[in-house]
């Protein structure tokens, strides 16, 4: 039986309307097919998008007028998927709701076109979005198969920060495992979006179902994000491949700056009003070659850190402590990778490339490998001592 698989993610920002993001995601899945890409994720927020720098004029008892007007555009740059706030899991997913008398259709056709782009393709899909239902937004990840077509969808259940004044808490049942069989390969995916990577329970949830391709759509572009994934990955025993979207500040749309901008949109809680999250990115394209971050004064500190990068040339300082680059130029640097069972990276975090397809052949076996001394949901987890259980979730593992 078949056990390896080539998987992508592709490092790329939303763009100035749905149509234009859509269209991107085409292309790239299309490049994803021609290199034998069989699973392709897409950053958090990808469709959509992530209102990076936006504080929607609120304050704790204040919110204003050209807050709500901001919150207005936003919304309507959202997805409808046809799903309700509640959520309608299998019946959505059945296609048993209303649908409009006119089009057909229950939602905007976004979900039936990435189901056209994935049964095009053969690639099956995963990808982050910002979906409205009712009043509300909600962070979510959609997995299309080739054949079945849409196959499951989440919302995520613990938005950060203030990601919490627009976006709504999903539902913890929806934290199943799915399984897809592609190309003769059994494959267990959990989806698990930007900081719920850091909720242990959730993703023990997640490792007692058996997940062997653990999905990291993210918005954190700092340094540390990557071992984070690794520890999931050698914690799990399970292959990770993160994505995060990479885009200027210069190209923040103008309903987020409220400038004229060249019209995309992408990223994570961190910054406000414009100004640079405090811990730059790294400078080059492989690794960090220097680590920066601000103090309460606003004075920047910067010192050198260990590279993997070719370039081994000493940092190059201008005045007081400047870097290569200006932190500033990147509202999210990206970061996106691919991490083994063993917690080891064999490909990325890629910095400052605003498309990039980063992808690798990998087998699943090496999870099973990983489990011989450590398994956390089995031999290791002293079932005897330790329980969790999670509302309207089986953990069981599916057959």
Sequence with gaps: MPSK????????????????????LRKHTQVAA????????????????????CNFGAAIGSRTTQGREQFLQYFKSCVDLGDTAKGEEERWLRREL?????????????????????????????????????????CAVVYVDPVKGTIAKRRKVMPTGTERLVWAQGQPSNL??????VKGVRVVMGAVICWENYM??????????????????????????????????????????SGNQCIKSADLPAWVTGKESNGTAGGHDGAVNGTAPPSSPPVDGRRRSSVSTRTQ????????????????????ETGAGA??????????????????PMGETVVGPVWNKDEELLYAEIDFDE???????????????????????????DMTPPP
């Design 176 to 181: 199943r495992a799915v399984v897809a069989h």
């Design 200 to 241: 242990p329970l959730l993703r023990y949830a997640l490792y007692s179902q058996g997940v062997n391709l653990w999905l990291a759509p993210t918005a954190d572009p700092r340094g540390t994000w990557e071992s984070l994934m690794r520890t999931i990955a050698c914690e799990g025993r399970c292959w990770v491949v």
């Design 34 to 53: 021609e290199k034998n890409i069989s699973i392709l994720l897409f950053p958090e927020a990808f469709l959509g998008g992530y209102p990076r720098t």
């Design 98 to 138: 209303q649908v409009d008398a006119e089009s057909g259709k229950r939602g905007d056709g976004t979900r039936e076109y990435l189901e056209n782009v994935s049964r095009e393709t053969g690639v099956f899909l995963v990808v982050g979005m910002v979906e409205r239902a009712g009043g509300s937004l909600y």
């Design 5 to 24: 698989l080539t998987v992508g993610v592709a490092q790329v920002h939303t763009q100035s309307t749905t149509p234009k993001t859509l269209s991107l």
């Design 323 to 340: 870097v290569e680059e200006d932190p500033k130029e990147f509202a999210s640097a990206g970061g996106s990778c691919i991490v083994n």
């Design 297 to 316: 004064e606003n004075h920047e500190i910067v010192w050198r850190a260990k590279s993997n990068a070719i370039d081994e040339s000493p940092l190059e």
């Design 367 to 393: 999870c099973d490998r990983g489990r011989l001394d450590f398994d956390a949901s089995g031999h290791y987890s002293r079932m005897d001592a330790f329980q969790l259980t999670v509302q309207g979730l």
